[in-house]
């Protein structure tokens, strides 16, 4: 069916702004949006309405329709686009569009402006327009781009310009602010968009063949895959490398599933919450092998320039001020989309021999033997990584998309739960880590791919931040089960302060509703669990349930985040001690 109805398209010239804006949605085949309302986007909305098939999803917040566009963008693979009115819309959106910048999402914001007219410019004076707000300058720091159009002929290139810019090289958000005279004005001598093709980073063989070379030489080599390996498609890859040359994978947290979580050479998730065979993997490793990953804090601690204690570094990136102002030294850099940078690495290394490293491998058996995941003593509570566990065992379905908050949990499931891309994917928000993404992203996930299993995890305060959403699941019927795993504490800060402070000030011992109940009047199913024994029954039952379910967990409150690396410690010496 043509997205286009022709016969109510305008028949006369000349084309007004809002016309202008869908045609560039129409060119790029966008089929749906996520808005949330206001005067100065309601001409875009007619049109698309009036015009088009394009479905517009209108969650409860701004937050909520930025949170769906983004796990939307995530499963689709394609440019999400979300709307919001000026004002208020624009600074609601602003912590969604921060979250696709620093992972990577590929966005493009329509921003309602007032009239030009009533725009405050360069004047001293603090507004002009009702709900103005100078939307270019307080997304500039969050964007790839944010343009102001304030001539309609320049409209249709700047929209082509967005949609490329969003998508090529590093994708991102990119904000068109829209003045509501060029969305409503007329024009019949629009500038025609320009064509525009990426040119990805020639892949530099002479630094492939180096790192071939190191690989073959290599006796204790790790790989730290991130979400540049999720975002090029290159785990058929990562795995073919990995797996003939022996050598062991950990992730980041946008990059689980790079490597499956079953596979025999993965370590899971590294950091200062990963696990502790990882760390000490990475440290004492010969070659450490980034591949589209930051080497954030998070993942390599406080002291990035004892990342490995004795050993070389690589790091394959396409951004190439990554590498050139990388946090942790260098030893090869590799300016190079990770898929084209894999697949020449691959090459490379046939004629190689495969070097034995089965002495490296057998000790990192021996770490994983000696320093298992810690999942509590079981009490009459369930612990949250029992309760993890347990949805993990249920779910076996082969499409699984997980979703979480910010917190302990957000740890506690890629620790958890098996991952295994494309099929066993997690989106979290990872350089942001903005609590309440959860729950939206789990909406827009599930509307990008209807037929898998979309199972959100979120702690009793991130589910807080937009709680708000699950009107939009009822509305839209979107079967997404929803485990609570509430303890009654905002616990990664709570841990953090009792850690350095001895208390937890705003923190611990928080009032929660009665989440099931809310979930009932909501129109969902709600189910609480409030103890171990029948714990994995009721989730069991719970989560074969057709249509969205809300699991209210009540866990173990007692239960801390560790082992953990702390700050001034190196990847070795993460810390067991909860007697803070
Ligand atoms: C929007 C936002 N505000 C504040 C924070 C700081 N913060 C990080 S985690 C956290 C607590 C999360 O609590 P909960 O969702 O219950 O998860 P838990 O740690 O208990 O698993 C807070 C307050 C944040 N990440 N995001």
């Given at each position: 069916m043509p997205l286009v109805q022709p016969e109510i398209r305008p028949a006369v010239q000349p084309v007004e702004g809002a016309d202008l804006v869908l045609d560039a949605f129409l060119r790029h085949q966008v089929k749906h949006v996520f808005i949330f309302p206001g005067g100065t986007i309601a001409p875009i909305l007619d049109r698309i309405e009036k015009r088009s098939k394009i479905e517009i999803v209108c969650p409860r917040t701004e937050q909520g329709a930025g949170y769906a566009a983004l796990g939307y963008a995530r499963m689709t693979g394609e440019t999400a686009v979300f709307m919001v009115t000026s004002g208020p819309g624009v600074t609601n959106a602003v912590t969604p569009i921060a979250d696709a910048y620093y992972d990577n999402i590929p966005l493009v914001v329509i921003t309602g402006q007032v009239g030009t007219g009533d725009m405050r410019g360069d004047?001293?004076?603090?507004?002009?327009?009702?709900?103005?707000?100078?939307t270019v300058e307080l997304m500039k720091p969050i964007t790839k781009r944010a343009f102001l159009v304030?001539?309609?002929?320049?409209l249709p290139d700047v929209m082509e310009q967005a949609f490329f810019l969003a998508r090529s090289g590093r994708p991102g958000p990119v904000v068109v602010d829209l003045p509501m005279n060029v969305q409503r004005g007329a024009c019949d001598d629009w500038r025609a968009p320009a064509k525009r093709t990426e040119v990805l980073p020639f892949v530099p063989q002479d630094k492939i063949e180096t790192l071939a070379q190191w690989i073959a030489e290599a006796e204790r080599p790790v790989v730290l895959a991130g979400g540049g390996v999720i975002a090029a498609n290159a785990y058929q890859e990562l795995r073919e490398l990995a797996d003939r040359f022996r050598i062991p994978v950990t992730m980041s947290m946008p990059g689980m599933g790079a490597y499956p979580?079953?596979?025999?050479?993965s370590l899971g998730l590294c950091g200062y919450a990963g696990s502790q065979y990882a760390n000490l993997a990475m440290y004492k490793s010969d070659l450490l092998i980034g591949i589209g990953?930051?080497?954030?804090l998070r993942q390599t601690g406080s002291l990035p320039d004892k990342t490995v204690e004795k050993g070389r570094i690589a790091r394959i990136d396409l951004d190439v001020n990554e590498l050139r102002h990388s946090r942790v030294p260098l030893d090869l850099e590799i300016n190079a989309d990770a898929k084209a940078a894999l697949t020449a690495l691959n090459r490379a290394l046939q004629a190689k021999p495969v070097p034995n490293n089965a002495a490296w491998l057998n000790r990192i058996e021996g770490w994983k033997a000696t320093y298992p995941l810690l999942t509590g003593k079981p009490g009459k509570l369930p612990k949250p990584q029992a309760v993890i566990e347990a949805v993990n065992t249920a779910i076996r379905d082969s499409k699984v998309i997980v979703t979480t908050g910010v917190g302990q949990h957000q740890v506690w499931v890629p620790r958890h739960f098996d991952f295994d891309a494309p099929s066993r994917t997690l989106l979290t928000s990872s350089g942001?880590?903005?609590?309440?993404?959860?729950l939206p992203a789990a909406i827009g996930a599930k509307i990008a791919h209807p037929d898998s299993t979309v199972i959100c995890f979120v702690g009793d305060g991130s589910l807080q931040?937009?709680?708000?959403e699950l009107a939009t699941v009822v509305e839209r019927n979107l079967d997404i089960k929803i485990v609570v795993l509430d303890?009654?504490?905002?616990?990664i800060v709570a841990q953090f302060q009792r850690q350095n402070w001895k208390s937890h000030p705003a923190c611990g011992d928080k009032y929660n509703p009665d989440f099931a109940a809310i979930a009932l009047a909501y129109g969902i199913v709600g189910v609480s669990i409030t103890a171990q024994d029948d714990m994995a029954k009721k989730l069991g039952s719970a989560l074969k349930h057709k249509g969205p379910v809300l699991i209210h967990c009540h866990v173990?409150?007692?239960?801390?985040?560790?082992p953990m690396l702390l700050?001034?410690?190196?990847?070795?010496d993460m810390s067991h001690d909860s007697s803070f």
């Open positions: 004047l001293p004076v603090r507004q002009r327009g009702f709900q103005e707000v100078d304030k001539d309609i002929r320049e979580s079953q596979g025999g050479l990953t930051t080497f954030h942001h880590g903005t609590m309440g993404f959860d931040m937009n709680i708000q303890n009654h504490a905002l616990s173990d409150p007692e239960e801390d985040l560790l700050g001034g410690h190196t990847l070795d």
